[in-house]
């Protein structure tokens, strides 16, 4: 995507390699995610890394992947969509002008939703949740000459920030009551919060703090109220 858009002259010549090595790299991707898949199915094995970066003594960035049996099957179905969308859409654009600015979207909101998928705490998923909401923007007013996608982008721009605004909520909520944003502290701590805790003032928080994370999931995923902009965008 980067080398469409940044060299565009020098590949414009070579449109179907661009398009081929796109689809062959998604379908790697693809073939490694169901090996991932059927490893996970007969061993329950989950993979994860973590890097961190220690800021100071109180506080910490982690940084790394968890894939585990859920993550597997998202891999799947984003890079199996996905390589249908590039199939078809590089016969499609052929003769369109923009053809690499649409390859360079599409290759980047798939690697943004890779990465949504295989993060391990809560800032990596707010991250490539914004990087997936900059590609969606990009991809529905791609013919930003016309009045109707140029309308489209700016209502989905406003409706997905305040699916932003909720999820940054509560991944904020969260931190506050756990002191960790990686997924293998919040599950402990979530357990032992249900199992083990019978104060109901924390759980009571952690629902609130739940839906403002579905919020976000409405907006970006355009379901009622927050899909004004998916008709327009059709």
Request: glycine fraction near 6%.
């Amino acid at each position: 995507g980067v080398g469409l858009l940044l060299f565009p002259k020098a590949t414009k010549n070579l449109r179907r390699m661009w398009s081929f090595t796109s689809v062959l790299l998604l379908s790697i991707v693809m073939t490694f995610s169901v090996n991932l898949s059927i490893t996970q199915i007969n061993s329950s094995s989950i993979y994860q890394y973590v890097w961190s970066w220690t800021i100071n003594n109180d506080f910490s960035l982690e940084f790394g992947y968890l894939i585990d049996p859920l993550t597997s099957i998202m891999s799947i179905l984003i890079t199996t969509v996905g390589i249908m969308v590039l199939i078809y859409s590089d016969n499609y654009m052929s003769h369109d002008q923009g053809y690499l600015r649409f390859f360079a979207y599409m290759s980047f909101f798939n690697a943004s939703m890779l990465g949504l998928v295989i993060s391990s705490n809560l800032i990596q998923i707010y991250i490539f949740w914004e990087l997936v909401g900059m590609c969606s923007y990009l991809l529905i007013g791609f013919w930003f000459t016309r009045p109707i996608a140029a309308n489209a982008c700016q209502k989905a721009f406003v409706t997905n920030r305040v699916g932003d605004f909720g999820l940054l909520l509560g991944i904020l909520g969260l931190y506050w009551i756990t002191g960790s944003f990686e997924f293998r502290d919040l599950f402990e701590i979530f357990n032992n919060l249900i199992y083990n805790n019978n104060n109901g003032t924390n759980f009571l928080f952690v629902s609130l703090c739940v839906l403002f994370l579905f919020v976000g999931a409405v907006a970006k995923s355009a379901q009622f109220p927050l899909h004004v902009w998916l008709p327009d965008a059709m």
